[in-house]
C-alpha cells in the first residue's frame, strides 16, 4: 500500500534541513574570515598613515639631527595607547628617538619593509624624506 500523499515529502525535511544549517553555518564561517582580513588590511591602512603624518613632522629634526624635537615628535604618539613602540631611524638605519611600552622592545637599526602582522602586533616602517631625499625611517608598532 502507497504511503498517504504528502507523508514522502516529510521524510526529506530533516536532511534539508541539515543541509541548509551546513550552509548557513559554511556561509559564516566565510563571512568571519572575510570580515577578519578587512579588518587587517584597514588596520594597516591606519598605521600606515600615522607613521606617514610622523615622518613629513620628523624630517626637518632628521636633516638638522636634532635628536630632542625628534624625540618630542614621538612622546607625542604616546596618547594613543594602541601604539606599542615608535621609533625614529637615521638614513644608516640607527636609532634618533623613540619610546616602548611594557616589555617591547624597539629594534636598534631598521630598514624598510612591508608591514608585518605577528600574533595581535601590527609593525609598519616608511621612509622619511625631504625635498625626494631620504632621510631615514619610521617604525610604529601597535596592537
Do not use: C
Request: no cysteine.
Amino acid at each position: 500500500m502507497a504511503p498517504p500523499p504528502g507523508i514522502r515529502s516529510w521524510t526529506l525535511a530533516p536532511r534539508l534541513v541539515l543541509a541548509f544549517a551546513v550552509a548557513l553555518v559554511a556561509a559564516g564561517l566565510a563571512l568571519a574570515v572575510y570580515s577578519e582580513q578587512l579588518g587587517r588590511e584597514q588596520k594597516i591602512r591606519e598605521v600606515s598613515v600615522q607613521a606617514e603624518i610622523l615622518a613629513g613632522s620628523v624630517s626637518a629634526a632628521l636633516a638638522f639631527d636634532d635628536r630632542q624635537a625628534a624625540q618630542e615628535y614621538v612622546d607625542a604618539l604616546q596618547v594613543n595607547r594602541e601604539i606599542e613602540a615608535a621609533g625614529i631611524y637615521d638614513l644608516q638605519g640607527r636609532l634618533t628617538a623613540g619610546f616602548v611600552r611594557k616589555d617591547m622592545r624597539l629594534p636598534q637599526a631598521i630598514h624598510l619593509r612591508p608591514p608585518q602582522i605577528e600574533g595581535p602586533h601590527l609593525s609598519v616602517t616608511t621612509p622619511v624624506t625631504q625635498d625626494g631625499t631620504r632621510l631615514g625611517t619610521i617604525y610604529l608598532q601597535t596592537i
